[in-house]
């Protein structure tokens, strides 16, 4: 079974940020968080993840609770293409990856 | 496109026959791993290759399935006779140690 919670759905206006959470209660202090999302009919895309400290790149950011029992994902400003399933997984460092049902993001314009 | 590439990228066989697919990686990736993703569902984990040696198999992975990976390459992923049942998007992901997977476009299978 996955070891992350995460909302079913959410929606998101386009342009403004999303903020998905997810809840990781049991994780293992060698586990990672990692998210990806997959747009329908693709494979899944890695987007960022972290251990300990919040992280940023390109895509997003991490927001790590220091007792690292949730994380939030930040899209700072969602586009239509954002529009996808995302997926909050915690993984040891070689990351097999144990995927649940994931959030589906509408952004709307 | 992550650059990793699958063929082919959708497969349609007749219960009982065999089937191949082919992964082929980011050169530098050591790190292999095969998923497979049925329709509304997340994927699955199948396998995971580091360079050439075979390191864990998931318990779906029955007897009528092997993984190669010959010279820490390129991947494939047989199937024998196969069933209704392994119908589904079969994923390949490449990594280098302790960063994300990057996945192919994945190869659908349909068996009727």
């Known amino acids: 079974d996955a070891k992350t919670t995460q909302p079913p759905s959410m929606d998101c206006a386009e342009g403004r940020a999303a903020n998905l959470p997810c809840n990781h209660s049991t994780i293992s202090g060698n586990e990672y968080v990692y998210w990806y999302r997959q747009i329908h009919s693709q494979g899944p895309q890695y987007i960022i993840h972290?251990?300990?400290n919040n992280e940023t790149n390109e895509m997003a950011s991490l927001i790590i609770t220091e007792d690292r029992k949730s994380s939030t994902l930040i899209l700072p400003h969602a586009t239509l293409r954002d529009t996808a399933v995302y997926y909050c997984i915690v993984a040891d460092s070689w990351g097999k990856l144990q995927f649940g049902a994931g959030t589906q993001v509408v952004v709307t314009p | 496109d992550t650059g990793v590439s699958q063929n082919p990228r959708h497969k349609i066989t007749k219960r009982g026959q065999n089937v191949t697919f082919r992964c082929d990686p980011i050169s530098e990736h050591n790190r292999l791993y095969w998923y497979r993703q049925t329709l509304g569902q997340g994927p699955e984990f199948l396998t995971y290759?580091?360079?050439?040696?075979?390191?864990?198999k998931s318990r779906l992975l029955s007897d009528r399935f092997s993984a190669e990976r010959p010279k820490g390459s390129f991947s494939t992923l047989e199937i024998q006779r196969t069933e209704q049942g392994d119908s589904a998007m079969y994923l390949c992901?490449?990594?280098?140690?302790?960063?994300?997977?990057?996945f192919g476009p994945g190869t659908r299978l349909t068996v009727t």
């Open positions: 992901a490449s990594s280098p140690p302790r960063v994300g997977q990057y």
């Open positions: 290759f580091q360079n050439e040696a075979q390191l864990e």
């Open positions: 972290g251990l300990k």
